[in-house]
């Protein structure tokens, strides 16, 4: 039942290959909490060198579904509700990782808060929080 | 100083290459409204056969900045500060259509609001809003 | 079945005495727009003397409420789960008007848009979304 | 020039009549946070016995504003820019507390985060992210 790091890096990036393409992995895997990572890549760079902000929030969105999958298990019906970002501060020219968080665990939601970090620093790049909705029958 | 839909196009896709794999282009510019298009992309699927959030997120930011540089003219140092989205409806399998408008143009900020279509449908599939900000200086 | 104004006014000040002394009143009710209204109060305004920002998110707050109740009838239940505020400029010294939209309605959330004006003007001072909850049952 | 959080309270309360009603109060001031609290009141609680949203967004926002003070000094001219607030739990009939955070300290704009809990409970009942806007000159 319970995922491993690889095990949801490999259901993310078969569900959208696209995220596959950035690199993304899932690094670390805890109760409440994930780690995940996209590749620096200079095709995802906007004017000024610094990563788009969609990478960010494409990073935001998978971190947040990485956490929902390490908590409930393969639950591919969950689907982004709401998201809010703020972006802080440029990025590093640099890996980014994400750590998501589980703020309220409901029945039909679940909230939570993503900090974005530049690999070697400890400044908040960017900070996201947002809502999966739960499939009906709670898990499949 | 006026910037056609083509232009834009244009300097979004220079600025951010993977916006140009995504066919992304602006169709209609009027002073306080754009309207941008996104091709519907196999890649960018997820499970469900829908587009992805990211993809979608990434429409409504590429809007947002579309509508500032209609406005502003070509200001490349506008950056993203805030987004929120509501994600409302499962789009269609079909290209999505993203109508920026400004609510608020400051000297500092400009407030936008983004509503999304599945081509060939008039119901919003999703619902943004957000924030540039812009350079000191005010344009460039 | 169907809510008026006048009861739409009264559920809202029954169930949160402190709107009432707001003079919150539910103005007009069409199936999915209502208009509302806050009396200016000067026990409201901030330094600068303006409204201040929660007498604002009250009046957004209290106005979705009133679309949902227009919409699916006396339902006490239905609770807030997410709001966002963009503040857009500065109120007049005039009554606060706050139209808000149903931008989905779904069997577990509603979504709604709202757009607040100082009466006389047709600047919109502040434009909030937000999702409300609805009970499991749907409808009491 | 350091604010303490009896100044803070006095500063807030005289801005706002309002929330010297509200029994809102700073409780601690550290450089990047602040804890503030609102008295359990009747008077705010909505349809099953719970206090009402907005009361917990003004407590948000004053929360976002005492911590802006706390590390800037008086500065009555900040506001707020943007507010978004997920409810997560129904708080107990009891004072609820608010920890802002300062997560970005700019030039010209501030981004806070706030945690809400029911006094004598661990549980996030609500989780609000911000924005306030410093007046050109940066401080006063």
């Given at each position: 039942m319970t995922l491993t790091a690889a095990d949801i890096t490999a259901i993310i990036s078969a569900g959208v290959p696209a995220s596959a393409d950035s690199g993304f992995r899932v690094e670390t895997v805890s109760p409440g909490m994930v780690v995940c990572r996209t590749h620096y890549d200079e095709r995802q760079l906007r004017p000024g060198g610094t990563l788009s902000g969609p990478t960010?929030?494409?990073?935001?969105?998978?971190?947040?579904?990485?956490?929902?999958?390490?908590r409930?298990?393969?639950?591919?019906m969950a689907v982004t509700q709401n998201l809010n970002i703020n972006f802080l501060k440029r990025p590093l020219p640099a890996d980014l990782l994400a750590c998501?968080?589980?703020?309220?665990?409901g029945k039909r939601t679940v909230?939570?808060?993503v900090k974005m970090y530049s690999e070697g620093s400890q400044d908040v790049v960017?900070?996201?929080?947002?809502?999966y909705s739960l499939p009906p029958a709670g898990r499949e």
């Open positions: 960010m929030m494409a990073l935001a969105d998978a971190a947040m579904y990485a956490a929902v999958l390490a409930l298990g393969r639950l591919e998501a968080e589980i703020l309220k665990m909230v939570l808060d960017a900070h996201a929080t947002g809502t």
